[in-house]
């Protein structure tokens, strides 16, 4: 099995930065595909970052240039760095990735950016 916490979630004022963190269980995170989601309520929860293996990363255009992805294997932990934060990126973020068995979710931490 895999566990997933986050952290580093909170109130931000736009233009300001956080950075969150997601830290996994198990000897084989160095293997997973990492994603971050987001999901506000009453919308569908939206792909927002991915973190291969190899380290290879994807966005949702919405945070090109702002957000970066990155991991550390020794420590079993993916973050998720946030610049020039905007109002709209308030949401419950969550980390997850995918076994060949089932799929793995965080308890989410919440972003809050304020105008």
């Known amino acids: 099995q895999v566990r997933l916490v986050e952290s580093g979630g909170g109130l931000v004022q736009a233009g300001g930065s956080l950075r969150l963190s997601c830290a996994a269980s198990?000897?084989?995170?160095?293997?997973?595909?990492m994603k971050w989601y987001r999901q506000t309520p009453g919308k569908q929860r939206e792909l927002v970052a991915t973190i291969t293996s190899g380290s290879n990363t994807d966005y949702v255009n919405s945070v090109k240039g702002r957000f970066t992805i990155s991991r550390d294997n020794t420590n079993n932990t993916v973050y998720l760095q946030m610049n020039s934060l905007k109002p709209e990126d308030t949401a419950v973020y969550y980390c997850?990735?995918?076994?060949?068995?089932?799929?793995?979710w965080g308890q989410g931490t919440q972003v809050t950016v304020s105008s």
């Open positions: 997850n990735t995918r076994s060949p068995f089932t799929e793995y």
């Open positions: 198990g000897d084989i995170f160095r293997l997973l595909t």
